[in-house]
């Protein structure tokens, strides 16, 4: 079966995680994905947070995959004709190198233009134009610079950052978008363009509700954030809201049998209108669905500790998926905390492939997240991520065509080679 991406060709001069999981998921829709690494060093996590000695840790595998390597030094003269001649041959170039890095090497736009005018070029970088423009920037600092921070947490305690990586594979994931949107309106125009993604914006992007909550903010306190009900006033920006929901039904997390000694036993539970009477059947307080100080949203606001306290007390005597059993069959909304142990082990997630287990000749098997987007014409299979360098050759014989001797010259210039090997060739 055809991939949905297939005949467009990346040029990946990625790094870390925000550019590689944005050209994993291209390469999942079937893109032939170049990535382009610096000869004998390659992406810097192929060694960070290492777990089997000498192979590649998870945290490059489990970015990386579907994707062919090739080693090229950006800063030897024969190493920079490569690239130009990959980016004649490619369709996007996708880089997050801290600003300006590109514009070193002498890779600007105006000289991609140059080279290839159908070219998309597209970045991640950590802001958009302004003050902040120059600034190298990591995950958690796109978290808390882009709203996330300041609205995660209890209200009485520090901001907080999320465990999803909202930052990078956040702005991976936009940037994609943005690749696929431009190779769209490519076919019409048939020139290239700039995309850029700004881990700022991706970010604020994601935390859109409280940007809406900071305006509302003008016009009276916040209804449904638990603090209004415990009487507490609000201040002039959107407040830490603990576990709140941010749609506006009150949810909490509550525990569930067998909390004391399982840090999981937990479920999310929302008192959604439309349920309320369910809700009441359920826990055994009948009487709630007729009483005016609880049958209506409005009374129930200011009641919400209560409420969900006597919610809790039935929580607590099931556990976290009956709870769910239960909930389910009478449309009460709630979700179990799934651990990372119990996401791994999920039957339904491995036969849909949002984890699979792939195999790879240092590491061995391992488990990795699949392509979470499932398209029926169009499936991903997940090829293991490539060797430091496994397919220069490959790439400079059967993509740029150079010829066996042109090859030979290429390793003895040192423009594909690690120092070490480069010296014993001068
Ligand atoms: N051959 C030779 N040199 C190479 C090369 C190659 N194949 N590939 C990269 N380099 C060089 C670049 O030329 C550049 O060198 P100069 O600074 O001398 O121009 C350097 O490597 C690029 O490194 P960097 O500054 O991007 O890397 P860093 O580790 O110092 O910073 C990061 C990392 C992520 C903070 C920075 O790249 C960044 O801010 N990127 C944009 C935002 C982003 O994507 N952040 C998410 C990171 S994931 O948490």
Redesign the pocket.
């Known amino acids: 079966m055809t991939k949905a991406l297939a005949g467009v060709r990346i040029l990946d ?7 590689p999981t944005c050209t994993q998921l291209l390469a999942w829709f079937g893109a032939d994905c170049i990535k ?4 004998g ?1 390659g992406d ?1 996590t192929r060694g960070q947070l290492m777990d089997v000695p000498k192979a590649d840790s998870l945290y490059f595998t489990m970015l990386n995959h579907n994707k062919r390597s090739i ?6 003269k024969k ?1 920079l004709e490569i ?1 130009e001649r990959l980016i004649k041959e490619c369709d996007v170039l996708v880089e ?7 514009d ?2 002498g890779l600007t736009w105006e000289r991609i233009q140059e080279l290839n005018p159908r070219m998309i070029y597209a ?4 802001f958009g134009p302004g003050p902040y423009e120059d ?5 958690n600092v ?1 978290q808390c610079t882009g709203g996330s921070a300041s609205t995660t947490g209890f209200r009485d305690g520090p901001p907080l950052v999320t465990g999803a ?1 909202i ?2 594979s956040g ?1 991976g994931l936009h940037l994609a978008l943005g690749i696929v949107t431009a190779l769209y309106q490519r076919t019409m125009t048939g020139r290239g363009q700039r995309v850029t993604c700004a ?1 700022q914006d991706g970010v604020l992007n994601l935390a859109r509700v409280k940007l809406r909550d900071q305006q509302r903010l003008a016009h009276g306190p916040l209804t449904e954030y638990s603090q209004h009900g415990e009487g507490v006033p609000f201040g002039d920006a959107v407040p830490r809201a603990g576990n709140d929901s941010g749609g506006g039904q009150p949810g909490r997390i509550l525990r569930c049998k067998g909390w004391e000694t399982d840090p999981n036993a937990y479920t999310y539970f929302i008192t959604q209108a439309p349920v309320w009477e369910a809700i009441c059947d359920v826990i055994g307080e009948p009487g709630w669905k007729t009483d005016p100080g609880y049958a209506t949203p409005k009374a129930r606001l200011p009641k919400l500790i209560e409420i969900f306290g006597r919610i809790e007390q039935w929580t607590m005597t099931k556990t976290k998926f009956e709870v769910l059993e239960i909930c389910n069959k009478v449309d009460i909304p709630c979700g179990p905390i799934l651990s990372m142990k119990e996401l791994i082990e999920d039957s339904s997630l491995r036969a849909t492939g949002t984890v699979v287990e792939v195999d790879h000749p240092t590491r061995g098997k391992y488990f990795s997240v699949g392509n979470p987007i499932k398209l029926s014409d169009s499936p991903s299979d997940v090829k293991r991520s490539p060797l430091l360098g496994e397919h220069t050759d490959e790439i400079l014989t059967n993509v740029l065509k150079y010829s066996a001797e042109e090859v030979a010259a290429i390793k003895a210039s040192g423009a594909t080679e690690p120092p070490a090997k480069k010296q014993a060739a001068e």
Do not use: L, W
């Open positions: 001069f990625t790094h870390v995680q925000s550019g382009i690494e610096r000869p060093v810097i080693t090229v030094d950006s800063k030897n190493g690239i997050n190198f801290a600003p300006g890095a590109m070193r090497m970045s991640v970088k950590g600034c190298k920037v990591y995950e796109a990586q930052g990078d702005t881990m």
